[in-house]
């Protein structure tokens, strides 16, 4: 895994631009600590920062070959099979690694080759020949690319630090980004708060020549008819994931799972320990909190019912992996440089509250253990595991099915903490409307196809294409900002593409959610841990954790310089400190957390705040 960044200008001589480059290279070292690598012509540059996984010693980038040169930041599952079908069309390889395979499929099939490719990646392309960028992401996002139009040419990275690192990009705020950033949620348009800073898309490519940038989709969710019974689905889910983990599992370096005695992460850790790949035994990794079970008996948040330990112990002595837990003290959740790390992981006001930073802390101490890991992000939206597609009430609420569940729940909105003046501006209550109007229309259908599944198809997609994308986004994040490089097997697209188009009826049970993943399991697991409901990981019950959240709350709207006070709604910010706000539990603190974030962001990246003033 390794970080990317590029500038094309047609209008300037980029070689003579090269301290520039490097500075916007270096930006990703983290991503990349291993190696890093600058490649300049006239028209354009290309930098690359490499955490070597997969030919430690052949995969250095960027890489050219034939006049075309690539920077390329993932891993192809497939790249074994590709070498060979290449091979026999007469290309000749000099590395043992998938970087040469992505820039060998592209001289063999242009920009069709991203069709071939199984596995999680961004990369950019410049073809000399035709002076031409090409500049693509994975089917499912699980890799990140941003890019900056200019007046004569485009910018781009992995992160938005690689691009703002150019004098060239503006830190102004955007208000169609700032809106989104209210409710937590991606934007599928690609804008970001950064006024003119863009993300590609999932399953999207650009080309950029000098007549401009056009923008492709290359893959989607389509719709197909279900042929299989019961008892082949089942099969065929459990092929499916045995395949993709045994092609996860390959990497030249020390590899593990992450365990959270959970359904997924204990099926995929299953898995490997029956793989031919693993070259010894699993080793496998959780996260727990010092004091945590003591929080259990009093928590009535219902995404953290039980308590992971037990479960943890039981799929050790079962599959017979190797395991290890990493211990967080709540003061280490706390500690002001652990989250500005956090912040500057991100870049941007995103975030998901204490589960970045527990995130962060625990790969931070996989990394001095293992390179890679693998992890169980996807299920849920993969075979329906939220509590909101199981509750008729939320359903029928015309906004996202996650929005609805937690207004049902009580909790006030993120958006209530700030001023109404701001929040009318952004038109904000139209925006979500909209949203969900637009991933409705969007969600693909099928003749014939009862109302329920029809229903549960709609809502599928929500999850798969909204809601998935921040959770891909903070794995990506937190654990490239530590060089540890995190492989998701429930996103390969092969078993999304085959899970989605099974009816609502073989995918579940009544009381019993992602049934159909729990049949696929069989006898891989105890029944116990096959058979536990969901519980968030990893996040903390510890209520010292929300004493620092109204502590620094109180601090921003009593400090002399804190900018995102004029924003703010003070009544409902206070309310918050003096404990007579309504909400609870994890969706309440994340409020909180929001209004942190933002401050931080603000301050730590001099944004121009004024568009929403």
Not at 159 to 187: M, S, T
Not at 339 to 365: E, I, K
Request: aromatic letters at 8%; glycine letters at 8%.
């Amino acid at each position: 895994m390794c970080g990317i960044v590029g500038w094309v200008d047609f209008a300037s001589d980029l070689e003579t631009q090269r301290p520039i480059v490097e500075r916007m290279t270096e930006t990703m070292r983290l991503r990349g600590p291993d190696a890093g690598g600058v490649w300049i012509s006239r028209h354009a540059a290309l930098g690359h920062r490499r955490l070597s996984v997969i030919d430690i010693e052949g995969g250095v980038q960027p890489m050219v070959r034939d006049d075309v040169a690539l920077t390329y930041s993932g891993e192809i599952y497939n790249f074994r099979e590709l070498r060979q079908e290449l091979e026999g069309a007469g290309h000749r390889f000099t590395t043992k690694s998938d970087t040469e395979v992505v820039l060998r499929a592209y001289l063999e099939w242009g920009v069709a080759c991203v069709e071939r490719f199984n596995g999680m990646f961004g990369f950019a392309i410049w073809d000399g020949r035709s002076e031409e960028l090409l500049l693509v992401r994975d089917r499912v996002g699980v890799k990140p690319v941003y890019y900056y139009p200019t007046a004569d040419g485009i910018l781009f990275g992995s992160e938005p630090k690689a691009i703002l690192a150019n004098p060239a990009a503006k830190r102004k705020v955007d208000l169609d980004g700032f809106a989104n950033f209210l409710v937590l949620q991606a934007n599928v348009a690609g804008q970001t708060p950064f006024d003119g800073l863009l993300e590609l898309q999932p399953g999207e490519f650009l080309r950029v020549g000098r007549s401009g940038i056009e923008r492709t989709r290359y893959y989607q969710l389509t719709a197909r008819p279900h042929d299989d019974d019961l008892d082949t689905t089942v099969e065929t889910v459990r092929a499916l994931l045995a395949d993709i983990v045994e092609r996860q599992l390959v990497s030249d370096v020390p590899i593990g799972t992450l365990l959270s005695g959970g359904i997924d992460s204990s099926l995929l850790t299953a898995l490997a320990t029956r793989s031919n790949t693993a070259a010894d035994v699993v080793r496998s990794f959780s996260i727990d909190f010092v004091g945590h079970a003591d929080f259990f008996e009093t928590s009535a948040d219902i995404l953290r019912a039980t308590e992971d330990a037990p479960f943890i112990r039981e799929v050790v002595d079962y599959v017979g992996c190797k395991h290890e837990g990493i211990d967080v003290a709540t003061a280490a959740l706390c500690d002001p440089e652990v989250r500005r790390r956090v912040l500057t992981a991100w870049d941007l006001p995103n975030h998901l509250g204490d589960m970045d930073v527990s995130l962060y802390l625990l790969f931070q101490a996989v990394r001095e253990r293992c390179t890679v890991a693998i992890s169980g992000e996807g299920a849920d939206e993969v075979f329906g595991g939220y509590p909101w597609l199981h509750d008729e009430k939320v359903l029928d609420v015309p906004i996202y099915p996650w929005m609805s569940f937690q207004l049902l729940q009580g909790t006030p909105s993120t958006f209530s903490l700030f001023d109404g003046g701001v929040v009318a501006r952004t038109g904000l209550f139209e925006r979500i409307g909209a949203m969900y109007a637009q991933g409705i229309a969007e969600a693909p259908r099928l003749d014939g196809e009862s109302p329920l599944d029809a229903r549960m198809r709609a809502a599928n997609y929500l999850d798969l294409t909204r809601f998935m994308r921040p959770l891909l986004d903070r794995k990506d994040r937190m654990s490239m900002a530590v060089g540890l490089e995190v492989r998701v097997p429930f996103c390969d697209h092969r078993l999304i593409d085959y899970v989605f188009n099974v009816p609502w009826s073989m995918k579940q049970r009544p009381g019993e959610s992602k049934w159909l993943l729990r049949a696929a399991a069989g006898d891989l697991l105890p029944d116990a841990v096959r058979n536990r409901p969901k519980s968030v990981f990893p996040a903390t019950l510890d209520t010292g954790y929300d004493d620092m959240l109204r502590k620094g709350l109180n601090e921003v709207l009593t400090g002399a310089d804190e900018p995102i006070r004029e924003f703010l709604n003070i009544d409902a910010a206070t309310a918050i400190v003096d404990g007579t706000d309504p909400g609870s539990g994890s969706w309440a603190r994340l409020r909180t957390e929001s209004i942190l974030r933002a401050n931080a962001w603000i301050k730590e990246y001099d944004v121009d705040m004024s568009p929403l003033g």
